[in-house]
């Protein structure tokens, strides 16, 4: 699954889920979020079934890997009745691809990929207009600064979710599918940008932070988290000398 567009000291990410789990997290600017699925900037509706389920599904993973993710664990953790995950995920494959869908729809509220310049999303400042390279650059640091800050727990659920992925075809299928939402408005900004490479330098973005939240969350550099301003100038220099574009 590619990340585009995931940083302040960091808490343990298992620390972290014990109290805050990563759907509850995934609410931006929310103020001290309780552990729930829903989250905090979210409508008072109640979550579906499905939707419990499935958040139920990312803590354990956060918490206890993906040996500790089982129906009987996932209906204690969401607070339903025993057999009801199996109801619904008869199987654990079934079960990983509701975990998946969550998770996907978790880091859409996070990344927000409709909202970067010259997706054309119904987000989209100015409805798509062809951004500068600054307004790109602000977007991308925006979106992994607040990945790495409010997030991380997700960022542990997704890497559980694509190392199991690695030993199983039919979800490695179903997870390249779901994740395929970030690809094409990445490509859409780079074309936006000027880029005479979209797809290429979209793949070179994505390594790029894939490479960056993978190293401040679960990596050598996860007690050095950069800052806002830091993650600005690395995707200010990074697309600058991809696109071959020079300050004056």
Request: overall charge neutral; proline content about 10%; charged content about 20%.
């Amino acid at each position: 699954m590619t990340t585009p567009p995931a940083p302040t000291g960091p808490d343990s990410p298992a620390a972290q889920a014990s109290s805050v789990s990563p759907a509850a997290r995934a609410a931006p600017a929310a103020p001290a979020p309780a552990a729930s699925p829903a989250p905090a900037a979210a409508p008072a509706s109640p979550a579906s079934r499905a939707e419990r389920i499935g958040d139920a599904a990312l803590d354990l993973l956060v918490e206890r890997g993906m040996r500790g993710l089982t129906h009987r664990a996932v209906d204690e953790r969401a607070g339903l009745p025993q057999g009801s995950t199996s109801n619904h995920a008869r199987t654990r494959q079934a079960l990983l691809e509701t975990a998946v869908r969550r998770q996907v729809h978790w880091e859409a509220r996070v990344l927000a990929p409709d909202a970067l310049p010259g997706s054309g999303g119904p987000n989209t400042p100015g409805g798509g207009v062809p951004p500068g390279i600054d307004a790109l650059v602000d977007a991308l640091a925006l979106a992994l600064h607040r990945y790495l800050t409010d997030h991380r727990a997700l960022l542990v659920s997704r890497y559980e979710l694509a190392l199991e992925a690695t030993r199983r075809p039919e979800l490695r299928a179903f997870f390249d599918a779901a994740g395929s939402v970030f690809h094409g408005p990445l490509v859409a900004a780079m074309t936006a940008a000027g880029s005479p490479a979209p797809e290429r330098h979209a793949l070179s973005l994505i390594a790029w932070c894939e490479g960056l939240l993978f190293s401040c969350a679960a990596g050598s550099f996860h007690a050095m988290v950069p800052t806002h301003a830091e993650l600005r100038t690395g995707f200010d220099e990074l697309l600058r000398g991809m696109l071959g574009i020079h300050r004056a």
